[in-house]
């Protein structure tokens, strides 16, 4: 089983629409991240979480919302989907214990977000 | 703040031949900088890192890179290109302190096609 999975892996949805994208993960580690991808533009980050108690905005949060409801577990909300928030969404954790410290994340498969 | 500039957003090589696909950074403090690979309908995956140490860097299927603190420079390596090697390719940076601690700065990806 994977370690980072992500829930849908496709949807299409309607403007307007509220929509949750939820990602599980069992590696334990208390990092996590949700990214969206746009051709040409790389990955930017929404929001992250260091812990189930700290949640912080990324660069590009606006229209968007977060949920750590554990430590394995970090959704992304969509409160009004609208057709330029249409993208491929990526999930990461990462592990703030590891010797190295050198915050290596680990990638879901990803969920394809159409808003029409 | 830190950022990545991946120069080049698609290059073409033969099977058979090098394969360089460069990055840099800026960072006003010591950097960690990785490369990952995304394939077709898949989420990414780590190819290499830097953290410390031993500036040329060697990773999964023959990739390597080499840590050049004077150019500010990451660049991403296989002498010989195979067809199983055409994927999207991701440099990115972070650093070990801050507020900026822990978070990944991707460049903007490089299509990498490999030619029969």
């Known amino acids: 089983d994977a370690d980072v999975t992500q829930t849908p892996r496709n949807r299409i949805t309607k403007t307007g629409k509220r929509i949750m994208l939820e990602c599980s993960q069992t590696?334990?580690?208390?990092?996590m991240y949700w990214y969206r991808q746009d051709p040409g533009l790389g990955l930017r980050l929404i929001y992250y979480?260091?812990?189930?108690?700290?949640?912080n905005k990324g660069e590009i949060s606006d229209g968007y919302s977060v949920s750590r409801q554990a430590q394995a577990k970090f959704s992304l909300s969509l409160e009004s989907a609208i057709p330029n928030q249409t993208a491929l969404y990526f999930c990461?954790?990462?592990?703030?214990?590891?010797?190295?410290?050198?915050?290596?994340?680990?990638f879901g498969p990803g969920t394809r977000l159409t808003v029409t | 703040a830190q950022s990545v500039t991946q120069l080049g957003s698609h290059v073409s090589v033969s099977e058979g031949a090098l394969v360089l696909l460069r990055c840099n950074y800026s960072?006003?403090?010591?950097?960690?900088l990785f490369w990952y690979v995304q394939y077709p309908n898949q989420g990414l995956q780590l190819l290499l890192k830097?953290?410390?140490?031993?500036?040329l860097v060697k990773g999964i299927n023959g990739f390597e890179a080499e840590f050049k603190k004077s150019e500010t420079s990451f660049h991403l390596t296989k002498p010989s290109a195979h067809m199983s090697d055409a994927a999207e390719y991701f440099c990115?940076?972070?650093?070990?302190?801050?507020?900026?601690?822990?978070?990944?700065?991707f460049g903007q990806g490089t299509i990498l096609t490999v030619h029969p």
């Open positions: 990461a954790t990462s592990d703030s214990k590891t010797y190295t410290g050198d915050y290596e994340q680990y």
């Open positions: 590696k334990g580690h208390d990092r």
């Open positions: 979480s260091f812990d189930v108690k700290d949640i």
């Open positions: 960072s006003s403090v010591p950097p960690y």
């Open positions: 830097y953290t410390t140490g031993a500036t």
């Open positions: 990115a940076v972070t650093i070990a302190g801050g507020t900026s601690y822990g978070k990944l700065t």
